[in-house]
């Protein structure tokens, strides 16, 4: 109420408020192109390994727990 009768006195004494806009712009994304499940694995086994205690394991046994991981089964 009181934002209502401000802006009423503004606009008796001539004073305008600008109104804001915004620009709204929608566009049409390209179609995602699928990346071969094996490419998936092997980077992530390779963000794995970087990760610490999980350094120690080799690129196949991390590649299994990502594989495991996705498919729901713990190993």
């Not at 804001?20 to 694995?41: C, D, F, K, W, Y």
């Not at 963000?47 to 350094?55: E, N, Q």
């Amino acid at each position: 109420m009181a934002r209502d009768r401000i802006f009423y006195a503004l606009a008796r004494n001539g004073i305008r408020i600008p109104v804001s806009t915004h620009l709204v712009r929608m566009t049409q994304l390209p179609a995602h192109v699928e990346e071969p499940q094996g490419n998936i694995v092997s980077e992530r086994a390779m963000r794995l390994r970087s990760a610490g205690v999980l350094g120690m394991l080799s690129l196949e046994q991390l590649g299994k727990m990502q594989e495991s991981m996705m498919s729901g089964c713990m190993l």
